[in-house]
């Protein structure tokens, strides 16, 4: 079901396809008449988050600067063909958004990964303690490898991310035997951001205590605050519009009650631009602008395994039927709220800008925050590479509608083919083109509309 995005809304896929949709989002793009964004980080760096596929990716892909309205932007360099993988990218840093953490998603504290097992994960998204699936072999949470932190309990998937969390973050934001304490200056921060930020969540204030973190723990500072400043930046007037985005009217005082609150917990003097006003407002818009989102499902991974399973036809239409009705029991208990979610930084995936025609999409099929970049379609040697931003539904709408959400949401105006096809379409938005449909239409259309948009 098509859904209203904000600011900080990106693409879950893979791994989490149902539920809400969540676009995906770069950070390359600039806003219309603004300046080039800084080139901090060397092309080393851009690459060095890259797994699997990394000496792939330096290869197939290069980084060049476009324009001062787009900013930077990652081309081809050689043929990559539809369906391949043009990079695989871990993040800087992730977090899973608070208020679906409070609410029982249970994910690894650090990659993200969905730690119920599938039927658990059924029974609890329909309400039914009994809800029993089929083919539960097919399940791929390995409990027996969980961990959690001898000191405040968070729990890992598995032994790798708890020492890996611990390396570069954790000892800094361990709360040890506190966890429960709301005196706790980061459970206080914590839940200063739940009072400010409610579902649907877009971004969480722990991301930007994991960066500060990473810095505090971190052996090369330099090297950490060069591969941050990597992210594009955005004027004065341009990071007031995200901060209001993300935290409405009353944006200026809760920014400055966040900024107290964040600096009593997480002050460090080789980042202490951060703490000023001014330095908090870029940081936060930093988050808000590219903050990749994060969706992670064992249901959905059992899902996908399923679909996958060679069956007899009367046996694939009986399963088929087992899951439809399934997700419809979690419609009506759960609503859209499936998946473990939160959100990332990602340093390669940031410099991909948008497109209403994308030739590329991000998804994260592993099940954690391992970001997948896929070719939709043959991509020749020096052409751009670009996601969308906008979900399916977003892009069918007219020209004027797309601008719309990209303006409020991204702060740029789309150059992109399809949008320049489409420059002499009426500017009207989607909605009132609907409206002028629907005035010749009989009363039950409108009913007939609601009962297809499914």
Known sequence: MANPHSLTDTHAGGGAEKGRDLPGRGGGQGSEGGGAPKMAASMCDVFSFCVGVAGRARVSVEVRFVSSAKGKGLFATQLIQKGETIFVERPLVAAQFLWNALYRYRACDHCLRALEKAEENAQRLTGKPGQVLPHPELCTVRKDLHQNCPHCQVMYCSAECRLAAAEQYHQVLCPGPSQDDPLHPLNKLQEAWRSVHYPPETASIMLMARMVATVKQAKDKDRWIRLFSQFCNKTANEEEEIVHKLLGDKFKGQLDLLRRLFTEALYEETLSQWFTPDGFRSLFALVGTNGQGIGTSSLSQWVHACDALELKPQDREQLDAFIDQLYKD??????????????????????????????????????????????LEDIKPGEEICISYLDCCQRERSRHSRHKILRENYLFICSCPKCLAEADEPNVTSEEEEEEEEEGEPEDAELGDEMTDV
């Open 330 to 375: 979690i419609e009506a208990a759960t609503g859209e709220f499936l998946n473990c979610e939160g959100s990332g930084l990602f340093v390669l995936q940031s410099c991909c800008n948008h497109s209403c025609v994308p030739n590329a999409e991000t998804s994260f099929p592993e099940n954690n925050f391992l970001l997948h970049v896929t070719a």
